[in-house]
């Protein structure tokens, strides 16, 4: 099978799971056997033709004011002019179009559209293609992706959110199969409207087991993601500073240039807490007992938790996304809604499970890549 896979970004960039997944998920296709192909997004200037792992990767320059994934802060006016070329990106449109004839796959299946914009799914029709369509952010509902602004999450009847949202929906429309990476983002599509003619199906993400030191006493506790109010470091700083005496407390990661870094790195100084900075997840999960995640945006998955729980790692965190629906498959997830107030009495009563083998095949690669192919030829409901 021909199968041609659209992501906003792609090795080398990364800026979240996204990315790994989708990689995943591609290589484990090629090496079945079938023929795959990677259209992604780059920030130079020129078309780019590699091979990786069996994969043909395709990067295209993409077409809007300024390269969006990187650091550099950008104006307000800026941002919303950049939002509005993406919201119908013409010029990205025929360029997709010219990538999907020149394939001529067998299936298209997108992901993160963002830069590509819902023009994509147009293109897909035109040539005559069967389309999957994984929903890994909120992109269709927000220019944020996230559904969390100013501290908390959007409602789904916020204005701004009404008016991003009205054209993607129609568009939603041209798409054949649709996947969730979590019963909770496919429910939130669902129930707004997306995807009305589409099958509906939940595929989780891939995840590899990581072996790492066996927990006898809880000691050392963990924080892995972007150092970010959004991702609760305030609060595993908080938690820090009360509790440093009888816990050691490490963050894995990177804090983001805004006006938020500078009043975080002096929360993690004053709490006590060792910033590392980037860290390879098999390193950092020899380093700690136990991870925190005071989680604050609604999770589409929470590849992080999965990681971490079958690396044998218990994991304290909020029932924001899909962490409620992950810590009833998965065992050493504890949810509570005041970590803060929980912490402590949660360390000391934690007891840390083994593992089923059942639950560790259930993410590899391989399965994940199969239930996909079941969408791809239309067998089966997943």
């Known amino acids: 099978m021909k199968i041609m896979i659209f992501n906003t970004l792609y090795f ?6 996204a990315e790994v997944s ?17 259209v992604s997004l780059t920030e130079g200037g020129q078309r780019e033709v590699t091979m990786l792992n069996g994969v043909e990767l395709i990067k295209l320059p993409l077409s809007n004011i300024y390269w969006p ?8 006016l800026k941002k919303a002019i950049w939002h509005l070329f993406d919201y119908l990106n013409v010029k ?6 010219r990538e999907i004839k020149a394939f001529s796959p067998d299936i298209v299946h997108t992901n993160n559209i963002s830069g590509f914009s819902v023009l994509l799914w147009k293109a897909v029709k035109k040539c005559n293609v069967r389309l999957i369509h994984t929903s890994r952010d909120y992109y269709l509902f927000h220019p944020n992706s996230t559904l969390f602004s100013h501290g908390q999450t959007m409602s789904s ?20 199969e649709y996947v969730g990476i979590s019963q909770f983002i496919q429910k939130q599509h669902y129930d707004s409207d997306f995807f009305k003619k589409s099958g509906h199906h939940v595929i989780y993400n891939a995840v590899s087991k990581i072996d790492s030191g066996k927990v006898k006493d809880i000691k050392r506790i963990g924080f892995i993601g972007r150092l970010s109010i959004e991702k609760g470091f305030d609060v595993f700083c908080n938690i820090a500073g009360e509790n440093k005496i009888k816990y050691s407390f ?4 990177n804090f983001i240039n805004n006006e938020e870094q500078q009043s975080l790195i002096g929360l993690a100084n004053k709490s006590d807490v060792t910033v590392k900075g980037f860290m390879k997840l098999d390193d950092f999960l020899n380093q700690v007992d136990a991870v925190v995640l005071p989680i604050k945006w609604n999770e589409p998955f929470g590849r992080t938790v999965v990681e971490c729980v079958l690396a044998d790692k218990l994991v304290l965190t909020n029932p924001v996304g899909a962490m409620t629906e992950l810590s009833m498959l998965l065992p050493n997830i504890i949810i509570t809604d005041n970590i803060e107030r929980d912490f402590a009495d949660k360390m000391v009563t934690a007891e840390i499970k083994a593992i089923d083998s059942s639950l560790i095949e259930r993410f590899k690669p391989r399965e994940i ?14």
């Open 12 to 17: 080398p960039y990364r800026i979240g799971g």
């Open 22 to 38: 989708v990689q995943l998920l591609a290589e484990e296709l090629a090496l079945q056997g079938h023929i795959v192909r990677v």
């Open 69 to 76: 994934f990187s650091n550099e802060n950008k104006s307000f």
């Open 92 to 97: 990205m449109y025929f360029k997709a179009l």
């Open 157 to 176: 009847k916020d204005k701004s959110i009404v008016f991003w949202s009205a054209i993607k929906r129609v568009y939603s429309r041209n798409v054949d």
């Open 250 to 253: 490490i963050a894995a990661g």
């Open 369 to 382: 890549a199969d239930q996909y192919l079941c969408v791809y030829n239309g067998k089966m409901s997943v």
